[in-house]
């Protein structure tokens, strides 16, 4: 198994090139989406009406990608996968609008452009309220401040404003009103058009798409189903349609928060059949509909057990923290993912040498 790094857009840096490699990062996971505009992500939802801010919705050039990668390779790190599309490219495929097939054109060509920059995985989240909800409070251990969801003080059905989707503005000049409500069966067949539009193209050009779990895991939010969350509906997907391209982002925190099914049971059953692209690593304390994320040692996960059970079924893939509580210092981001991958290095070490 790999240990890798989330980075966003412009925190794509030398100096957190180096604070990587200093960690003993190998493998990044960039978020190309502008959503926290140079500054290191508090996970709170924004204003209701304004979310995460604008989508650029520049399609992602080749040239771009190649760019980006050297950068990467330059110093030293690969580059393992993009995690999600720019909501302004997709968000009739979310919404099923008029501007559907020409999105899923658009698309195709990202998809191509991401296998000739030889960039192995495209990670996605199909989902219309996208990630919302969270407040951001001092939780976890030593009253580090982290995410919390908690359905008493917030509204989750609070409707999502026309010209926004996956908590992003794609169309500042949208008349009034609000998106309407979208069931479970309408959503999943949204998905299945998306799959098979896009699986061809990616299985051509070397990608494998990999769906996250939906986060908050509930059953509806801001008027609209929830995708993934259940444990069992990941099994749902990748037969859904079959295709070695159609794979899973694992985030083990989004799994444990879900109201059933059991954390080992379900990377064992994707492990074994290879399903997972790569692996959000972080832990929780808590269950819908209320949790929040804690250090990577002291949540509901026995972290060392979930890693024994990738290691027996032959996962090489890369490991990321995700997101983790924030230290008190004066970088508290480093810091805190500082601690993450320190534990996860050393956990992976003595993995590797249990085997010897």
Not at 127 to 143: D, E, F, Q
Request: charged residues 20%; glycine residues 8%.
């Amino acid at each position: 198994m790999k240990l890798g790094l989330g980075l966003y857009r412009d925190s794509l840096t030398k100096d957190n090139f180096q604070f990587a490699r200093q960690a003993g990062v190998t493998h990044l996971v960039v978020h190309l989406v502008d959503y926290f505009r140079g500054k290191h992500p508090h996970l709170t939802s924004g204003e209701p009406e304004t979310g995460w801010g604008i989508a650029s919705g520049k399609p992602w050039t080749y040239q771009e990608l190649r760019d980006i990668k050297a950068m990467i390779n330059a110093h030293g790190l690969e580059w393992e996968a993009i995690e999600n599309f720019d909501p302004a490219h997709w968000y009739d495929v979310l919404l099923d609008g008029p501007q559907k097939k020409q999105q899923l054109e658009n698309l195709k060509q990202i998809i191509r452009n991401i296998g000739k920059a030889g960039i192995p995985i495209m990670g996605y989240n199909f989902s219309i309220a996208g990630v919302w909800g969270w407040t951001h409070k001092p939780l976890a251990r030593g009253n580090a401040m982290t995410m919390v969801f908690d359905t008493q003080e917030i509204d989750t059905q609070t409707p999502i404003p026309n010209g926004m989707v996956w908590n992003m503005i794609y169309d500042p000049d949208a008349p009034p009103g609000t998106v309407p409500q979208v069931s479970n069966e309408e959503l999943w067949q949204r998905l299945e058009e998306f799959l098979r539009t896009l699986l061809p193209v990616a299985e051509e050009c070397g990608v494998r798409l990999a769906l996250h779990p939906d986060d908050p895991p509930v059953e509806s939010l801001r008027g609209a189903a929830r995708l993934v969350n259940h444990p069992h509906k990941y099994q749902k997907l990748i037969e859904l349609v079959p295709s070695p391209a159609n794979g899973v982002e694992l985030c083990m925190g989004s799994i444990q928060e879900m109201a059933d099914g059991d954390i080992y049971e379900t990377l064992d059953s994707l492990s074994r059949q290879h399903k997972i692209c790569y692996v959000h690593f972080r832990n929780v304390k808590g269950k819908v509909p209320y949790y929040y994320e804690v250090f990577v040692d002291e949540g509901d996960i026995d972290m060392i057990r979930a890693l024994r059970v990738l290691q027996r079924n032959g996962y090489d893939g890369v490991l990321v923290p995700d997101h983790t509580p924030e230290m008190s210092t004066e970088a508290p981001w480093h810091t805190g993912m500082a601690y993450a991958l320190g534990y996860m290095r050393g956990a992976l070490q003595a993995l590797e040498r249990s085997d010897e």
